[in-house]
């Protein structure tokens, strides 16, 4: 056994060598071919139990003969040489997913970050917050969506690819975790209040919040805050960048660098922690590939090697990545993942790769490697829409990216979390009309409930679907809870004729009764579109599909070389906008890769240390950062991309 042991060894270091020489070269291993046609449509000898019938979803064909490393389309200048089983992949460069690999370039200066997504470069996003629609349309996908019965959903759900994610293509409004928030998430992390609070202002500091309008800007704005400070006991504070709190109401914070007319602010978006002249030159960028799914240990490389892992009993591991670019399949040799895209697509790169619920693996064909019921098992805020009239036609003032300028969070008696409500004057996208627009949504759903993201089949080109169940009784409750409460505030502006009747829900809805008014909340249920929670932490293997550190469970056990980041790994829902909450998950999980990575030899960043610097100064209060103030500077890099962008345009 030690004689075979020695020879495997030095059988993969060859391998491994050969392969990292190609990899760097940006060339295909001899022998290698590209190919345009999908694994599960390649009838195949089948290896053990990855198979579905006569559909092979790998063949005991040497996979390294099928299909190339993916060709990248810059190197990284590293002071050696890196193999490819050393690099770190990160999969998907939106909010938490660009702010990850940031951290780990600069973490791990001798590995080589690469970072794939399946969306645009940067330089395809709108430099300006007026620019959320256009981004929205250009870099949005939708989402097929049904009832639980099977039916259609009135929803559509939309998620963001390109670099940079719906941190860069949406709105990136700023909200934290709510003050009582800390503790049940730190619990759920098994990790110190004082650690996550650290991770929170670490990513305070690279951002510049400025609030979406300042007092004085809508005297409508800032008698209707009167009012509810007077009629309803709420406070007013300039904007919601430091925490989240019952009963109060102020002027949203995005990430922006202000101008004059700050409808024309430039944004600010994670993405520019990867722009060429900030990032770490140990990270490459790789736009426009899509991952299909994880070749696991016992299924990719020669067959020789496979079968000595099966004998040996070597754990399960990620090997490489199945991605396709250009219409092209290639793999993607690594020696650490982190799984960072989209809610949506999380679910669905694990799926594929066989990890998720049993019957929605057996559905799709794929053979399961890792039964987990709980993957793309999501909630979101679902909201609804109560409207007022204006007593006069009025123009909607500068508000925020997407007009909504003002949030309030209103205590319900009897509920632990409080209500949220969106505030505007015109109402898209519900009304076209001159009416005030207030949005109560549940701030803390069932984790027992809410969607579910189910693949259709074991490939990219079936995509997949989001089925929604049924809201359960304290959701019901909650949401009826908030109209009744809204309504009440509504009756604060009414006093100060701020507003006019109420238009939605009609007259004819008796709202006391819970039967009609959830008739009415059904009939025109929204959403927030903060998709989370569907791959989550925790510390229980019964009730998460990642350990407290993010890593992949396999049953008791972890897969050592696996992490998940972003809104998926949320381990509870956060009450409000979910950007910034991704970002610290994100910074969490590129420290436990740090951390497993280097071991003992794994230091504090300078960022870590500052930040707690700036908690211990204000003892323990967060503090935001305005334009100038964050770090890195990324104002140049933002300025220079709106230039070239105005440029274009004209």
């Not at 949005?439 to 409930?449: E, K």
């Amino acid at each position: 056994r030690i004689i075979c042991r020695l020879s495997m060894s030095r059988l993969l270091q060859h391998v491994r060598r050969l392969q990292a020489s190609a990899h760097r070269a940006g060339e295909a291993p001899a022998g290698e071919s590209a190919t345009d046609t999908p694994l599960w449509k390649q009838g195949a000898a089948v290896v053990g139990t990855v198979s579905v019938g006569a559909l092979a979803i790998w063949s005991a064909q040497d996979s390294s003969a099928r299909y190339p490393l993916l060709p990248l389309s810059s190197s990284a200048q590293l002071t050696g040489a890196v193999s490819p089983r050393e690099d770190i992949v990160v999969v998907g460069a939106g909010s938490a997913g660009a702010l990850a690999a940031y951290m780990l370039g600069r973490a791990n200066p001798e590995r080589r970050v690469l970072v794939l997504d399946a969306g645009s470069s940067y330089e395809a996003a709108h430099p300006y917050m007026s620019g959320w629609l256009f981004n929205w349309g250009t870099h949005g996908r939708a989402v097929s969506s049904f009832t639980s019965a099977g039916t259609a959903y009135p929803i559509t759900p939309t998620y963001h690819h390109g670099v940079g994610g719906a941190g860069s293509h949406n709105t990136a409004i700023a909200f934290m975790l709510g003050d009582a928030q800390y503790e049940p998430f730190a619990r759920a992390l098994n990790m110190p209040v004082a650690e996550l609070k650290t991770a929170t202002q670490v990513v305070l500091d690279m951002e510049p919040l400025t609030p979406a309008m300042r007092p004085g800007d809508s005297p409508w704005f800032d008698l209707s805050f009167a009012a509810m400070k007077k009629h309803a006991g709420m406070a007013v504070t300039d904007d919601f960048g430091a925490a989240i709190s019952t009963d109060t109401v102020g002027y949203v914070s995005m990430g922006a660098y202000p101008v004059p007319d700050r409808r024309d602010a430039i944004r600010w978006c994670p993405a520019l922690l990867l722009h060429d002249t900030i990032r770490p030159r140990n990270i490459i960028v790789e736009p426009g590939v899509e991952v299909e799914r994880i070749l696991w240990s016992h299924e990719d490389g020669p067959n020789a090697l496979r079968w000595w892992r099966k004998i040996a009993g070597t754990p399960l591991f990620a090997s490489s990545l199945l991605v396709r670019k250009g219409g092209k399949y290639y793999r993607v040799s690594l020696g650490n993942l982190l799984l960072a895209g989209s809610a949506f697509r999380t679910p669905e790169i694990l799926q594929h790769s066989g990890v998720g619920p049993r019957q929605v693996l057996d559905d799709a064909g794929v053979s399961p490697v890792i039964v987990n019921e709980l993957v793309g098992n999501g909630v979101d805020h679902s909201e609804i829409a109560v409207q007022l009239a204006m007593p006069a036609k009025m123009e909607m003032p500068w508000g925020g990216p997407m007009d909504w300028p003002a949030v309030g969070f209103l205590k319900i008696p009897g509920q632990q979390s409080p209500t949220q409500f969106h505030f505007s004057i015109a109402g898209p996208p519900y009304t076209s009309d001159n009416v005030a627009v207030l949005t109560p949504n549940i701030c803390d759903p069932q984790l027992d409930h809410g969607y579910r993201v189910r693949i259709r089949g074991p490939s990219l080109e079936q995509g997949f679907s989001v089925h929604f169940e049924d809201m359960t009784g304290p959701d019901r409750k909650a949401l009826r809870d908030g109209v009744r409460r809204t309504l009440e505030l509504a009756g604060a502006l009414q006093k100060e004729n701020l507003v006019g009747a109420v238009v939605e829900p009609p007259s004819s809805v008796d709202v006391s009764d819970d039967a009609a008014l959830d008739s009415w909340i059904h009939a025109g249920l929204g959403t927030t579109f903060h998709w989370m929670c569907d791959a989550r932490a925790g510390t229980d293997p019964a009730t998460s599909v990642l350990n407290e550190r993010f890593q992949l469970r396999n049953g008791t056990g972890i897969v050592e070389n696996v992490w998940v980041s972003s809104t998926a790994a949320f381990p509870i829902s956060p009450w409000g906008n979910i950007h910034v909450t991704a970002q610290v998950v994100g910074l969490l999980a590129a420290r436990s890769i740090t951390a497993s990575v280097k071991g003992a030899r794994a230091q504090p960043s300078a960022e870590w240390i500052s930040a707690e610097q700036t908690l211990r100064a204000r003892g323990g209060e967060l503090q935001i950062r305005r334009p100038g103030e964050e770090r890195p500077d990324a104002r140049p890099a933002a300025e220079a991309y709106a230039a070239a962008w105005d440029a274009a345009v004209k």
